[in-house]
């Protein structure tokens, strides 16, 4: 079955607006009736519904959309004709030529797949989207899963601190205006890897490699960590640093070219179509997700008739998304290129499929998309739900997934203030320790 899903992903990668489909929303997709998806699809997530690994419904709900904020769009309206990608891979002002200090929505409002350029603005836009739902406290799952069932687990604690495209009622000073990001991350549990905490440093300039640090309780020291190894799966699991909520590879440590544009049945937490009670403003600014409870994946509902991995909230929604490929410009990394897919409204992703050097597909990426929500009136955002997202190991025939933790009080928090000392290494000692 794993030989027959790898000939089908080989074949080939579908580039046309999408196929024509005789399923209509309310149906369910599962291995009756998967050829009717075919072209709408990555061909080895096709192979899961033809295996009868997966199932899910369509449906056709009402989407946000963050180019409706208002501040968002005179944004755009601002930034159109504004910006450039220089050689190295760097937003650039046409006027200058430079950086610019700080840049709020998407720098490229208007793409072109005639632009040789389109790839990376794409990938630049998807960028800003994420930069636009703010710095970030979560608590969050990470569950391998083989056929057997859940096979080991570890509960990880994060923080995220974004430097640019933050809505103006939540944007902080910069002190250090060449960093882009910064990430803090500590795993809770289980006894073996509890208290490895990880800090890492995203810079703008296309000179400066990230700066990954690592607490090791078992050293009891700081070590510095080469970013090639962000590519590797983190601690053992199938999931990497560069994935993210999609993808978080630095834009200029790749080759971008657009490989086309296709129509996909994109899997959506249908929890988040559900607003109320969502979102809960914190004292200190910004918004708490309450997370609803129950199963997520399908060794969690007794009887299960597919795999262990397959997510069980969710629909299918067709989107209309760019086809991307990433080459790593690094020969160390592990993955000779990555196909990758943006929703073209709102540059979001939602499948990824991963090949080593030699073109063999290795392992594949879903990031489940959740609806966007209207917290209240002039502000639109919400990550809404209680989504997972599901990492793909085709050679071993397993699985990852990441989920933000269901619970009263536990952190899933968005556009909070988040001071710059919280990434310091002297903080990263102190966690540590």
């Known amino acids: 079955m ?3 899903a790898l000939a089908v992903a080989a074949l080939c990668l579908t580039t046309t607006t999408g196929a024509a489909i005789a399923l209509e929303p309310g149906e369910v997709l599962d291995q009756s009736n998967w050829q009717e998806a075919q072209g709408l699809l990555p061909a080895e997530f096709l192979q899961a519904y033809r295996n009868g690994d997966f199932h899910h419904e369509l449906r056709d709900p009402q989407l946000e959309k963050i180019g409706e904020d208002p501040i968002f769009e ?14 190295d891979g760097t937003i650039v002002e046409i006027a200058t030529g430079k950086p610019p200090a700080y840049i709020y929505a998407w720098p490229f409002p208007d793409i072109s797949a005639d632009d040789p350029k389109a790839a990376i603005k794409i990938v630049w836009n998807y960028f800003y989207t994420t930069f636009y739902g703010g710095n970030s406290h979560y608590r969050a799952d990470l569950l391998w899963i083989s056929r057997r069932g859940l096979d080991r687990s570890i509960e990880v604690d994060s923080f995220v601190k974004h430097y640019q495209g933050q809505h103006p009622r939540f944007r902080e000073g910069n002190q250090n205006n060449d960093l882009l990001t910064q990430t803090l991350s500590e795993v809770l549990s289980p006894t073996d890897v509890a208290g490895i905490v990880s800090l890492s440093w995203r810079y703008r300039s296309p000179n400066k490699r990230d700066s990954i640090w690592s607490y090791v309780p078992a050293m009891r020291r700081v070590r510095q ?7 590797d799966g983190f601690l053992g699991s199938d999931l990497s640093q560069d994935d993210g909520n999609y993808f978080d590879g630095k834009v200029q440590d790749f080759h971008w070219r657009l490989v086309g544009e296709q129509d996909l049945l994109v899997l959506f937490d249908k929890v988040s179509f559900d607003q109320a009670a969502r979102l ?23 009887a299960w008739q597919g795999a262990p991995w397959c997510p069980i909230q969710e629909i299918l929604v067709r989107r209309p998304h760019w086809i991307l490929e990433a080459t790593p410009k690094d020969p160390y990394y592990l993955y000779g290129k990555v196909i990758l897919r943006f929703d073209k409204e709102i540059f979001l992703g939602s499948y990824s499929s991963k090949y080593d050097w030699k073109g063999k597909l ?7 998309r959740t609806n966007i929500v209207r917290p209240e009136p002039g502000e639109l955002w919400g990550w809404a739900g209680g989504a997972v997202a599901l990492a793909m190991n085709w050679q071993l025939d397993r699985a990852t997934t990441a989920g933000i933790v269901a619970g009263k009080n536990v952190p899933a928090d968005s556009r909070i203030p988040l001071s710059p000392s919280r990434f310091s290494m002297q903080a990263l000692v102190r966690r540590g320790r």
Do not use: H, K
């Not at 960590?225 to 590519?231: D, F, I, K, T």
């Not at 918004?287 to 509902?301: D, E, L, N, T």
């Open 2 to 4: 794993r030989c027959c």
């Open 74 to 87: 005179r944004a755009l309206g601002e930034n159109r004709g504004r910006y450039d990608v220089a050689d």
């Open 225 to 231: 960590v080469s970013p090639a190894n962000r590519s």
């Open 280 to 302: 809960q403003r914190l004292p200190e600014g910004g918004w708490r997700m309450q997370i609803p409870g129950g199963a997520r994946v399908g060794f969690q509902v007794p």
């Open 362 to 368: 290795l392992t594949s990426y879903s990031a489940i």
